[in-house]
Structures are given as structure tokens and as C-alpha cells.
């Protein structure tokens, strides 16, 4: 028997949010928070938080989507609210796209039109950060 995943279900919320941003901007963040349910572990939780979509892990802040200030799309990778000791701990990022805040702290941050250009990469990582 395989182990298939089973999607996040969307948050009703998220779906409002989505629905109410400019398409160019609202298609391509709903096409990643889409790719995000679908490779996210069991018990991951969709909601709304620091006003964009937002997935948590047994009860703590994993990512955080949204549009920056100029529009682009960004891509919050955390460990939480409050800061963790980071002491020790790795990830790797194969895709060149995130830039480390903190040694657990990364930010991806595209125009709108280059999301769909790296939407499996960046899909592929999340998925990873989610299981760390």
C-alpha cells in the first residue's frame, strides 16, 4: 500500500484573502498556497496570520505567504514566533531562492510573474521545511 498524501484542507479564510487580491497577484499566491496543501504533512494547519496566508505545525508558525510592500510575492520559512536556538541547525536550500535572515529564518521574494517559473521548486522546499 502507498502512503498518499492527504491535502491540507483550505482555509475558508485563505480563500477570502486570495479571492480578494488583483489577479496578477491572487492567481499565482493561490497557485503556491494550492501547491502547498498538497505537499504539506498531515496536521498542518492553513489560516490567516500577519495578514496572509499562513501554515502551522503542531501549533507553531511554519510559513507565512503574502505581497510585500512593492507587490512582489513573499515567502516566509520560520520556526515560530518567538526565536528558537539555532544553534546547530542546517537546511539546505537547492533552489537559490531564499535569503537567510537567521540561520532558521529564510525569505523568498519574487515578482508575481516568476512564481509559476519556480512554483515546484519552491512547492518541493516548503514541503521540506515543513518536515524538519
Known sequence: MTDVPTPVPASPDVDRYLAGLAPEQG??????????????????IENIKWNGP????DGT????????????????????VKIV?????????????VRWAAADRGVITLP????????????SLIGRWLRL
Do not use: Q, W
Open 54 to 57: 499562513n501554515y502551522a505545525l
Open 61 to 80: 508558525d511554519r510559513v507565512t505567504l503574502g505581497i510585500d510592500p512593492r507587490g512582489k510575492v513573499r515567502v516566509v520559512m520560520h520556526r515560530g
Open 85 to 97: 536556538d539555532a544553534e546547530g541547525f542546517s537546511f539546505d536550500d537547492d533552489t537559490g531562492l
Open 112 to 123: 508575481a510573474d516568476e512564481i509559476d517559473r519556480h512554483l515546484a521548486s519552491i512547492v
Open 27 to 44: 492567481g499565482p499566491l493561490s497557485r503556491l498556497c494550492g501547491g502547498i496543501r498538497g505537499t504539506a504533512p498531515a496536521g498542518t
